[in-house]
């Protein structure tokens, strides 16, 4: 990282992020949301700084681009500050996790997936109160060793081996965190038919943002729909559920399937005064559900308790309306689901809780995220929406990712 030169090395880093060499001398207000976003980090990354501070960097990002800057950090020989709702990501660059929760700071070894392992395992231990002490220590200092273990070859991984090796079990605390708790039931199993899309186009009045997409939804799969351009897997399910219509082609949901939607933009839900009670209670499907101790269940499940099931639904927050959101398709009890970028707003608790629940859940999934945790560990097939076709396989996404053949027909499809 020393003897730096300014113009080469800028060079460089623009040629890292994807930036073309052509782009090099326009203006900011010239480059598109993306170009935009990549120009400030290579910005932030310029200069070996001693300390860089980073606030949600994968925001907007692609994943090749996060990629690469998780490597950039991960090897990085100065100080990091970094916040992110990115759980990948910071278990790839973190040694210390700084958990800011009513009001104190608390500083913790480890990255987030040990940090939050570690603090859910003496939670447990702390409700066991007839398991001897020696038992809970011999099961932490298990704990430990096996994170240790499997520490990559990374500085950072490195140093972060270093530090767990050295950490006392006292050091590891219980988090007073509070998780949702997220659970889709289907009301009943669907049949062999789910969805079958024929020759599906659409364009937006700038560019084709994908064509002649094709595929059959097997029974139970759970898919990572995918597109460089988000606009397209947006338009795309938006089409799935009758919201917008095709350029051409066709699509026809099985007979026996059901279907709930989280999209990406859920404001029109919300345009009402309705308490949250009232405002879950229009999708109750029988006197039973409309009950307020019924929906104050839905709700309490997703941490709106006492007085808070009251808010009215126009005034709470982003984070407060996708919850909201997961309450009613908990309450609808689809056999397929579907989630538009559903990560957006939510805290880490939240997101760890749905990454779970969404795992768990026995009927066909389709997802589109840029958390990457989420993609690599829900999916069994990826689907990726190009201007010139479909890209179609049946393989983990972190497999999809990295496969060469796939990279090579990407470039053909996107050029």
Same mark, same amino acid.
């Given at each position: 990282?020393?003897?730096?030169?300014?113009?080469?090395?800028?060079?460089?880093?623009?040629?890292?992020?994807?930036?073309?060499?052509?782009?090099?001398?326009?203006?900011?207000n010239?480059?598109?949301?993306?170009?935009?976003?990549?120009?400030?980090?290579?910005?932030?990354?310029?200069?070996?700084?001693?300390? #860089?501070?980073?606030?949600?960097?994968? !925001?907007?990002?692609?994943? %090749?681009?996060? $990629?690469? =800057? &998780?490597? /950039? @950090? *991960?090897n990085?020989?100065?100080?990091?500050?970094?916040?992110?709702?990115?759980?990948?990501?910071?278990?790839?660059?973190?040694?210390h996790i700084?958990?800011?929760?009513?009001?104190?700071?608390?500083?913790?070894?480890?990255?987030?997936?040990?940090?939050?392992?570690?603090?859910?395992?003496? #939670?447990?231990?702390?409700?066991?109160? !007839?398991?001897?002490a020696? %038992?809970?220590? $011999?099961? =932490? &200092?298990? /704990? @430990? *060793?096996?994170?240790?273990?499997?520490?990559?070859?990374?500085?950072?991984?490195?140093?972060?081996?270093?530090?767990?090796?050295?950490?006392?079990?006292?050091?590891?605390?219980?988090?007073?965190?509070?998780?949702?708790?997220?659970?889709?039931?289907s009301?009943?199993?669907?049949?062999?038919?789910?969805?079958?899309?024929?020759?599906?186009?659409?364009?937006?009045?700038?560019?084709?943002?994908?064509?002649?997409?094709?595929?059959?939804?097997?029974?139970?799969?759970?898919?990572?729909?995918?597109?460089?351009?988000?606009?397209?897997?947006?338009?795309?399910?938006?089409?799935?559920?009758?919201?917008?219509?095709?350029?051409?082609?066709?699509?026809?949901?099985?007979?026996?399937?059901?279907?709930?939607?989280?999209?990406?933009d859920?404001?029109?839900?919300?345009?009402?005064?309705?308490?949250?009670v009232d405002?879950?209670?229009?999708?109750?499907?029988?006197?039973?559900?409309?009950?307020?101790?019924?929906?104050r269940?839905?709700?309490g499940?997703?941490?709106?308790?006492?007085?808070e099931?009251?808010?009215?639904a126009?005034?709470?927050?982003?984070?407060?309306?996708?919850?909201?959101?997961?309450?009613?398709?908990?309450?609808?009890?689809?056999?397929?689901?579907?989630?538009?970028?559903?990560?957006?707003?939510?805290?880490?608790?939240?997101i760890t809780?749905?990454?779970?629940?969404?795992?768990k859940?026995?009927?066909?999934?389709?997802?589109?995220?840029?958390?990457?945790e989420?993609?690599?560990?829900?999916?069994?097939?990826v689907?990726?929406?190009?201007?010139?076709?479909?890209?179609?396989?049946?393989?983990?996404?972190?497999?999809?990712?990295?496969d060469?053949?796939?990279?090579?027909?990407?470039?053909?499809?996107?050029?």
């Amino acid at each position: 990282m020393n003897g730096w030169n300014a113009e080469s090395d800028a060079a460089t880093l623009l040629s890292n992020l994807e930036i073309r060499e052509d782009l090099h001398y326009k203006l900011m207000n010239e480059l598109d949301g993306i170009q935009k976003v990549k120009v400030l980090l290579a910005q932030a990354l310029f200069g070996n700084p001693d300390v #860089l501070i980073m606030d949600e960097p994968t !925001n907007d990002l692609d994943f %090749e681009t996060i $990629k690469w =800057l &998780e490597s /950039f @950090i *991960a090897n990085y020989d100065n100080t990091v500050i970094v916040v992110s709702h990115d759980r990948h990501f910071l278990d790839s660059v973190c040694t210390h996790i700084s958990d800011i929760d009513f009001g104190k700071i608390n500083h913790f070894s480890g990255n987030y997936t040990f940090w939050y392992e570690s603090s859910q395992l003496a #939670l447990r231990q702390k409700t066991q109160q !007839n398991k001897k002490a020696e %038992e809970k220590k $011999k099961e =932490l &200092e298990d /704990f @430990i *060793a096996r994170f240790s273990a499997n520490a990559s070859k990374s500085k950072q991984a490195t140093s972060r081996k270093k530090m767990l090796d050295n950490l006392n079990i006292e050091d590891i605390k219980p988090s007073s965190r509070r998780y949702p708790a997220i659970i889709f039931n289907s009301e009943r199993y669907a049949g062999d038919q789910i969805l079958n899309v024929d020759n599906l186009s659409f364009s937006d009045s700038s560019s084709v943002l994908f064509d002649k997409i094709s595929f059959n939804l097997n029974k139970g799969e759970k898919v990572v729909l995918y597109s460089k351009d988000t606009r397209a897997t947006t338009a795309f399910y938006q089409i799935i559920n009758n919201e917008i219509k095709p350029d051409s082609g066709k699509f026809n949901w099985g007979i026996t399937t059901s279907q709930s939607y989280l999209p990406l933009d859920n404001s029109s839900f919300f345009n009402n005064k309705l308490s949250l009670v009232d405002w879950l209670r229009q999708w109750a499907k029988n006197d039973e559900e409309r009950e307020e101790v019924y929906i104050r269940g839905f709700l309490g499940k997703m941490i709106f308790s006492g007085e808070e099931a009251l808010k009215k639904a126009d005034v709470i927050s982003g984070g407060e309306k996708v919850r909201c959101m997961l309450s009613r398709m908990m309450m609808l009890r689809s056999n397929v689901i579907m989630f538009d970028e559903p990560t957006s707003h939510l805290d880490l608790e939240s997101i760890t809780a749905l990454n779970n629940s969404i795992k768990k859940f026995k009927g066909n999934v389709i997802l589109s995220t840029h958390d990457f945790e989420f993609a690599k560990s829900v999916g069994d097939r990826v689907i990726e929406l190009t201007p010139k076709g479909v890209i179609d396989r049946l393989n983990s996404f972190d497999d999809y990712i990295v496969d060469n053949k796939v990279k090579e027909l990407r470039k053909k499809l996107y050029s």
